[in-house]
């Protein structure tokens, strides 16, 4: 009797994930970070829509007194922010007095996600108005004629009159917020002001900080 010897060789060839991460772009794209993991796929229903990524072993939150860390690819996520203005026209009226400003203020309300703050500023500013302000108060001090606007609430960037000009910071928030914001428009002639109609038009702009 002949006995036959089968050997079998097994190669168990293991792939473990490891983290890759960078920056891409081109000209049309950006692509912020990515990440070769176990998986991850996108899941849609009706109403709902779940971005899932697994194996990472690092992701989650790490908080000191000055920093944060956003470990893990869905951390790079824009968050979702919203912008209400309360009154997006306002007037201020015929400006009769040299001495007392005309002034309208409206609400603006920006909430950020759960991962980042905010910020609102001014976009950008078109039409004709009066002088803008540079001593910090619309009250004429001098007899100048004088626009600007001052911002209220808790996360408001300055406590006195500026002048209105894209770039302006209005409000910033470094951690998560649902806030509001009162921008209160102010002017003030002088005897030299030319009669006649003045408007303008603002952009406000509401962005995260991640």
Same mark, same amino acid.
């Given at each position: 009797m002949k006995r036959v010897l089968i050997s079998a060789l097994v190669i168990v060839v293991v792939f473990f994930a490891q983290r890759s991460w960078g920056a891409m772009s081109s000209t049309n794209y950006y692509i912020y970070a990515d990440i070769i993991s176990v998986g991850g796929v996108l899941s849609t229903s009706t109403s709902y829509g779940l971005q899932d990524t697994v194996g990472e072993s690092f992701a989650g939150f790490v908080t000191s007194s000055s920093y944060e860390i956003k470990g893990g690819y869905q951390?790079?996520?824009?968050?979702?922010? =919203?912008?209400?203005?309360?009154?997006? *026209?306002?007037?201020?009226? $015929?400006?009769?007095?040299? !001495?007392?400003?005309?002034?309208?203020?409206?609400?603006? =309300?920006?909430?950020?996600?759960?991962? *980042?703050?905010?910020?609102? $500023?001014?976009?950008?500013? !078109?039409?004709s108005i009066l002088s803008n302000v540079d001593d910090g108060a619309v009250d004429g001090d001098g007899g100048s004629e004088e626009y600007g606007v001052s911002v209220t609430g808790i996360n408001a960037t300055y406590a006195d009159d500026r002048s209105v000009v894209a770039g302006r910071s209005l409000a910033f928030s470094a951690l998560p917020a649902s806030s509001d914001t009162v921008l209160t428009f102010k002017a003030i002639r002088n005897a030299g002001t030319v009669p006649g109609a003045y408007s303008q038009s603002i952009t406000l702009i509401a962005s995260a900080n991640f």
């Open positions: 951390a790079m996520d824009n968050n979702e922010i =919203s912008l209400i203005v309360s009154d997006a *026209s306002l007037s201020l009226g $015929s400006l009769v007095n040299y !001495t007392a400003s005309s002034t309208a203020s409206t609400t603006v =309300s920006v909430s950020s996600g759960p991962n *980042s703050g905010f910020s609102l $500023s001014i976009g950008g500013v !078109t039409g």
